[in-house]
């Protein structure tokens, strides 16, 4: 507790008031929305104390404080993933983290493979919840009871409160946004056919390697949490090409204004207590 008060202390002390009202994660290949912000200040992950950096292409690493829809933001540009050599721990530590600093609210988005044979690449997929078989937690070990207690519910991890947001967004916006379940694996390497076919018949609609500890963490501190994916390819063996992290940037790169158009009017509408 004492390394995410120094991490929240720091980054509080860089922003200044007033705090953000929604923190933002950005995946692979979406990270351009960070740009968009007014009145930006940005800080380098290196720069904040116990805080974990991102290695992966299409992660800039730096937070950035600024306004988008007249809303104060907290943005992450790229995470840390369990693949880079991380805990699920510490891939969860920067959402701790903005717990320790008082924000409440948290959308999360991330690039996915399409295991869902009736969407395509390109496709944005509203998260209705998650599976995580791997069996390590990003909460595993010492409880932090101010943040939340040892045992907590996650069968509203999603709440439909801002999936509603979600959707009406989209639909004025005249965007097909899907809506699905979300699995998580290990990486680095993209799943086989196999293991998509076995995340089909768990109900899964899309698979990545990130997201479900920040999930998890959130929904233990009693966050508010939105998650979206980014369908950037589609998942092994739907489609006989060889996936790549290439196709994954340039999937995102093509997404990126209707992207952004989503979370702009998400933002602008998201309910605040």
């Known amino acids: 507790m004492v390394q995410l008060k120094d991490s929240a202390a720091y980054v509080l002390s860089m922003i200044g008031d007033p705090l953000p009202e929604i923190a933002i994660i950005l995946g692979s290949g979406l990270g ?104 390590d937690s990003p909460l595993r070990g010492e409880n932090i009871e101010s943040l939340g207690e040892r045992f907590f519910d996650m069968s509203r991890a999603y709440p439909e409160k801002l999936r509603k947001v979600a959707r009406l967004a989209a639909q004025e916006l005249g965007i097909d946004l899907k809506e699905g379940v979300y699995q998580f694996f290990s990486g680095p390497n993209f799943e086989t056919p196999a293991e998509v076919r076995f995340a089909r018949l768990c109900g899964a609609d899309a698979v990545g390697m990130s997201t479900v500890p920040e999930v998890i963490a959130a929904n233990h501190a009693k966050m508010e949490v939105l998650g979206i994916s980014c369908m950037t390819n589609m998942a092994a063996g739907i489609l006989e090409n060889p996936l790549s992290h290439q196709e994954v940037l340039e999937t995102g790169e093509r997404v990126k204004l209707s992207f952004s158009a989503l979370v702009r009017l998400i933002v602008k509408k998201w309910p605040l207590e």
């Open 32 to 135: 351009g929305l960070a740009d968009e912000l007014e009145e930006k200040i940005r800080i380098p992950y290196k720069e904040i104390p116990h805080f974990p950096t991102s290695t992966v292409k299409g992660h800039a690493g730096r937070l950035v404080a600024g306004y988008l829809e007249g809303r104060r933001l907290l943005v992450m540009q790229g995470r840390s993933h369990y693949y880079e050599g991380y805990t699920l721990r510490e891939c969860a530590y920067p959402v701790q983290m903005m717990a320790t600093m008082g924000i409440k609210n948290l959308l999360v988005t991330n690039a996915a493979g399409c295991v869902n044979e009736r969407w395509s690449a390109g496709d944005l997929m509203l998260i209705s919840d998650h599976i995580k078989l791997i069996p």
